[in-house]
């Protein structure tokens, strides 16, 4: 069935009984393909022996082939209640550069999606958080993300987003000279006690 196009599906939730389906690949890939990505709300038209019914789903999980990113291997859809709040993860979107950058620091994300709560039709495509006025040492939290209407941040809001820090190499770099200093006086400490012994041996 995937050779030709076809993906193996379950659909479930909302008290329902879980429900197999076949889906085409293409009309998925083209559904999935816009700025909201698995967070878009799809409307499944399912043909059956009991006749057409339409269900408002959104994807919950997607297998994908180890070695094909484009290659679908089963889906899992979720029935949605658009009266419901549901929860989904919302890519971060980091606008601007770090004032600290051009200090030499470098803007290090620890966090690229923030779990929020709401309603399947105020789900953000992204959450945008400009960091312009980050200097070296600056660390920006979930707490500091601007809230969308309707929405409900879950993250833990001391959660580290980014921060701007100061880069490793160079202390790297200055121990590596600090190991090289060490072998060289403790090179020239053997040399000055061979030296020693030997005036010793010549005097004795």
Known sequence: MRNKGLLPAVVYGRGLEPRTIILDSTD??????????????????????????????MVKELQIHPLQWDFYLHADLIRISMEDKLEVEVPLSLIGEPAGIQEGGVLQIQLREVLVSCLPTDIPEFIEITVDSMEI???????????????????????????????????EEEEEELEEGELVDEAEAGE?????????????
């Open 28 to 57: 998925l890939k083209r559904a999935l393909g816009t700025s909201a990505g698995t967070n878009v709300l799809l409307d499944l038209e399912i043909k059956g022996d009991d006749g057409t019914s339409i269900e408002t789903v």
């Open 192 to 204: 000055a006690v061979e030296e020693e012994a030997e005036a010793a041996d010549e005097e004795e």
């Open 137 to 171: 040492g600056d660390v920006l939290t979930v707490s500091d993300l601007p809230v969308p209407a309707g929405v409900e941040i879950l993250a833990d809001p001391a959660e580290t987003i980014a921060s701007v820090i100061v880069p490793q190499v160079e202390e």
